[in-house]
Each structure stands twice: as structure tokens, then as C-alpha cells.
């Protein structure tokens, strides 16, 4: 795998604002890059171009949304026209394989230690904002203990799928080893995505 990236964060970013304007859909891009750069340093893999891969991860979120069935559709293009390769392509979609809405997908499985990782950070995050909302935006001091008691109050958060979380475990991290690097790589950006 060649871990060269054609484009740095800030034109990256640049790229997403191009397709979304949500603030929170980029409040969940830069949780999802700060996990896989922890998740990266914990594997002494290429922490930049895991990062990347958290940070373009639903590129095209922003076309899609209104049709979820064509999520990660537009994605490739995208990604070619800013000088990614086919390798970076194929794992940044493969979080979208498995899941019922995507046609294209649905049918296809993660195989790769990059894709357990992406798949489990991108949905990892969700559960860690909304128990940060419930505290108060407070992430400073959170627990792993009280992450995963809401990790396993299926009615917390109901629609985040704890089958992916636990995909993690296929990289041989342990789920409170993946929320502590979780909490953690999330600390780091409170302020960049609205929590303390």
C-alpha cells in the first residue's frame, strides 16, 4: 500500500466543505480523524494517512444524505479527481459494507485491520458525542466505564451499531482499550467540535 497522500488536511478540509456544510457532519469528520490517528499511533501505522481516511470518510455525505442509498456512490470520483488512489478508495468505502441501505454494499464484508479500524472509529464517535451531549458537553473527564455502560444500554443512541464497535476487536484491541483511545483522540479536539 502506498501511504502517500496526493492532498494535505487543510486542502482536505477544503475538499469536504466543497460537498458539506453541516456543522455537525464535520464535527463527526474530525472525531473520526482524531480516533484513527490514536488508533494509528496504538498500531504504529501511518497516523497521517489514517487520519486522512477518518477526515474523507463520507465525503460525500453532504450529496447524499437526502438518499442514503447512494452514499459512498459519489465518493470515488471525488477522491480520484483530488489524486487518491484505488487502495485508499477501496478501504475509505469499505465502512459503508454490510449495511442494509446501500445496494452496492450490503452484500460485501471487511476483511483488513484498516477497515475493522475505520469502520469501528467512524461509529465509535457517535456514541462518545452523544455521552458527552448527556453530560453536559463535558469529554475532560470521561470515563471508559461510563462508556460502556451506554455502549450497552442498547436504548442510549439506539440507532449507533454496537456490531460495528465491536468490529475492533478484530484488530486484537479490547472494546475498553478502543474507548479509551476513543475518549482520548476526542479530548484532544473538544474545542474544535463543540464539547469541553
Known sequence: MNFELPINR??????????NSDKSDFNHFFESEAVMKELAEKFKENIEYWGMLGLLHDVDWGLTKNDASTHLTKAPDILRQAGFDEDFIRVLVSHGHGFEELPALKSKTRNEKIEFALAAAETVTGLVHAYALMRGKKISDMEVSGLKKKFKD????AKIDR???REIEKTGLSLDEFFEIAINGIKKIANEV???
Not at 10 to 19: K, N, R, S, T, V
Open 154 to 157: 442498547k436504548a442510549f443512541a
Open 163 to 165: 456490531e460495528i464497535i
Open 194 to 196: 463543540e464539547l469541553q
Open 10 to 19: 487543510q486542502q482536505a478540509i477544503h475538499l469536504l466543505e466543497e460537498y
